[in-house]
């Protein structure tokens, strides 16, 4: 009985350790979506995978980034292009892979642009 639970205990601890660490943030840069099912968001730390093309997985809030406006959006090709935006999320810092998206808030796009610590969205 004690070896069972002194191995609980251990595959618990590592399991813990182990697992990405989700949690909720507030990031802001350029939402782009260049091409067919690819979904991302370069901010200061670098890019974040909302989806990619030919990959099943579509984080949970979508939804929120058909709210984006044309307005402030620069169109690259055949309705695809980028837009600055704040996206309230959830994601795993390792991968980053954006795991849940809770709100998303467009940007000027001289926002984007005077922000000396994001890179260039073309």
């Given at each position: 009985m004690q070896n069972r639970l002194a191995?609980?205990?251990?595959?618990?601890s590592i399991?813990?350790?182990?697992?990405?660490?989700?949690?909720?943030?507030?990031?802001?840069?350029?939402?782009?979506?260049?091409?067919p099912g690819n979904w991302w968001l370069d901010d200061r730390d670098g890019t974040w995978i909302i989806t990619?093309?030919?990959?099943e997985?579509?984080?949970q809030g979508m939804g929120f980034i058909s709210a984006i406006s044309d307005y402030a959006y620069v169109q690259?090709?055949?309705g695809y292009g980028y837009a600055c935006a704040c996206l309230q999320?959830?994601?795993?810092?390792?991968?980053?892979?954006?795991?849940?998206?809770?709100?998303?808030?467009?940007r000027s796009l001289r926002e984007?642009?005077?922000?000396k610590e994001l890179p260039s969205p073309e």
């Open positions: 191995f609980a205990y251990i595959f618990l399991s813990l350790i182990s697992s990405p660490g989700v949690a909720e943030e507030m990031r802001c840069g350029w939402l782009q979506n260049r091409t990619a093309q030919g990959d997985y579509e984080p690259t090709y055949a999320l959830e994601a795993d810092p390792h991968k980053r892979r954006v795991q849940k998206i809770l709100s998303v808030d467009q984007c642009r005077e922000d």
